[in-house]
């Protein structure tokens, strides 16, 4: 009797059962696990490598190189990457913009003579500005990286900064990126492109801002001195091709080299597009593995011609290339492009998809013919077109029990569940599922081999993975990620550069063309700016959800604009549907 009562005892005072369909003797069955291991973050806990707890050390990261050689752009990329992929807390320091608000812009190209004593010292004015506010920076806690940005193009210059640094007494670790390129080609192109539209030469004659600016660089030429040994720990960037690592050691400045060896600072072009409509988006199911609906097979046929005619094609000027694309009903009908002058010009294509049913069937109709092709390092070689890769890290966001499972049935039959995703879209985990945080993990791999590669690359895969992809590479903050509009049956182009990434999105079919598929998205799934926007949708029940249904919230103006007979069927910054639109935003996990 005494036995009993004890084992009454512990049982109330722990109060906790076995888990489900763990069956465990009748002695056990009350005190199984009466101390668990509880998680801090709760139960949607998101992967230490995501939130920056793998990395305790400070680091500064000093640029060296001479102009046009791509430094913001490397410094730009290593401090997005960490930010967004590790939640390292990064931010850069561009000397040149304190030079700017010190001696204003557009100096003549004397200023950076090194015998104009006066322009010396204002420039290590600035230097030492943006070394201030960097230490600054590094001080506040949770703060871990600090890219300097500027040429630093001296031995005397560099050690300079390192003193400075040591007087502060922070304790962070240092490293120099040098970047060299001494490709004609190439300085040529960063030249046109990306310096002069610095504040530098805005506005100016452009083979006066060129003269200039080759005036300026041969001005630092004069001095310049290479990173070596008793600099200390380094990595060298040769033309994007060849990297001399030194004395490196650490997680995060490790971390750094290995990003840096997948940069290069050649022009790309990435396409995202979802896969075409399935037959669980007609039901409004979420997740799954189904095949194409008639709409999805018919948006397939017509992304292989997008395919074909726009994204291997040469484009002479991209500004005018956008809006030149036209998806025409009828399949035999003449697809318009601008191509270059020489048709049988045509640019080697890589194509990504997940391993799912939806994008594979939808890439299905996309030509892999040969064609002999040169690669920047000097190597040929037979070259497939659009050569499928099936990439497991692109597969959808998992809902875990609630895959294959509408809105409406998650919120009848998990109500708690939910509501917590309502409230924490970025951070919610399914039930034995994922959430946007672990697949933003399973996407990193993706985002640095995106980074390296040089060819336009097509990526059909699903609306929670592009978002993630489109955040990156757009600059978005990540908890923005979740409600990022990808809609079905449209193409993204991206074109990242040195100082952010142009947009241009091509409607290759319309709403008018699709049959309502019964989709319910409900409101915190659509894009932030929207959901204050929504009317209250009148229910029975008051303590029902506001869902998107059917038409009720597509806008009078998209209509009127669907109805217009034009060609032009892309855009760089408005969309021709509207973003609220069930059907073009089919629902995903």
């Known amino acids: ?12 005072s722990h109060d906790v059962t076995a888990p489900m369909g763990i069956n465990l003797p009748m002695s056990m069955a009350t005190t ?3 101390m668990p291991h509880k998680l801090s973050e709760g139960e949607n806990a998101t992967p230490l490598e995501v939130i920056g707890s793998t990395a305790t ?29 590790h939640d390292i807390p990064a931010q850069i320091f561009n000397v040149g913009d304190y030079r700017r608000q010190l001696c204003g812009a557009q100096l003549p190209s004397d200023f950076y003579d090194p015998e104009n004593s006066e322009g010396m010292a204002a420039r290590l004015m600035a230097c030492d500005a943006a070394i201030n506010d960097c230490m600054n920076y590094l001080k506040q806690d949770g703060v871990r990286v600090a890219a300097l940005d500027a040429t630093n193009s001296t031995y005397e210059r560099r050690c300079h900064i390192v003193a400075t640094l040591k007087k502060m007494k922070i304790g962070c670790k240092k490293m120099f990126v040098e970047s060299i390129c001494d490709d004609r080609e190439l300085l040529e192109e960063n030249i046109r492109k990306v310096k002069l539209s610095t504040p530098d030469y805005r506005d100016m004659d452009p083979e006066a801002a060129i003269a200039d600016f080759h005036q300026r660089r041969k001005n630092y030429m004069m001095v310049y001195e290479p990173v070596a040994e008793r600099d200390g720990p380094h990595v060298k960037i040769i033309n994007s091709k060849q990297f001399i690592v030194h004395s490196i050691r650490g997680y995060l400045p490790l971390k750094v080299v290995h990003f840096v060896m997948n940069l290069h600072t050649l022009p790309r072009t990435f396409f995202f597009t979802r896969h075409g409509q399935s037959e669980y988006n007609v039901l ?37 290339a956008a809006g030149s694309f036209v998806a025409d009903n009828d399949n035999d009908s003449e697809t318009k492009g601008t191509k270059d002058n020489n048709d049988n010009i ?31 390092n000097g190597d040929t070689g037979q070259w497939v077109q659009f050569r499928p890769m099936a990439r497991r890290n692109l597969d959808e966001l998992f809902a875990g029990i609630c895959d294959g499972m509408t809105y409406r ?3 009848q039959v998990f109500p708690e569940e939910f509501q917590r995703r309502q409230d924490d879209k970025l951070a919610y985990r399914y039930p034995r599922g994922e959430s946007y945080m672990d697949v933003t993990l399973r996407l990193e791999p993706v985002a640095q081999e995106m980074e390296r590669i040089r060819e336009p690359v097509l990526i059909i ?75 209250k949708k009148k229910s029975d029940d008051p303590t029902s959800t506001n869902f998107i249904i059917g038409a009720d919230y597509y806008s009078t103006s998209c209509e009127e604009e669907e109805e217009e007979d034009t060609k032009d069927n892309s855009t760089k910054s408005e969309t021709t549907y509207c973003p609220n639109d069930p059907i073009m935003n089919a629902p995903s996990c």
């Open 409 to 411: 049935e998650i919120e």
């Open 57 to 85: 050390d400070k680091l500064v990261i000093i640029m060296v190189g001479l102009p046009a050689t791509g430094k913001t752009h490397i410094a730009k990329r290593i401090c997005r990457f960490l930010s967004f992929f």
């Open 461 to 535: 895969a699903h609306q929670g993975i592009l978002r993630i992809l489109y955040a990156y590479f757009m600059g978005l903050d990540r908890k923005d990620a979740p409600y990022v509009s990808i809609p079905l049956n449209n193409v993204i182009q991206l074109t990242p550069h040195a100082y952010g990434c142009h947009e241009h999105r091509f409607c290759l079919m319309h709403k008018r063309e699709m049959e309502n598929d019964g989709q319910d998205e409900p409101i915190t799934s659509m894009p932030r700016q929207q959901q204050q926007k929504m009317p």
């Open 284 to 320: 409004g199911k979420i997740g799954g593995d189904s095949g194409l609906s008639t709409n999805g097979l018919e948006y397939a046929k017509r992304l292989a011609k997008f395919a074909s005619e726009r994204i291997a094609a040469p484009q002479k000027d991209e500004s005018a």
């Open 346 to 376: 045509e640019l080697p294509c890589r194509l990504w998809t997940s391993t799912l049913r939806r994008t594979k069937e939808t890439a299905q109709f996309i030509s892999h013919h040969n064609f002999e092709h040169e690669w920047d």
């Open 32 to 34: 199984y696990n009466p």
């Open 1 to 12: 009797e005494k036995k009993s009562t004890h084992h009454h005892s512990a049982a109330s």
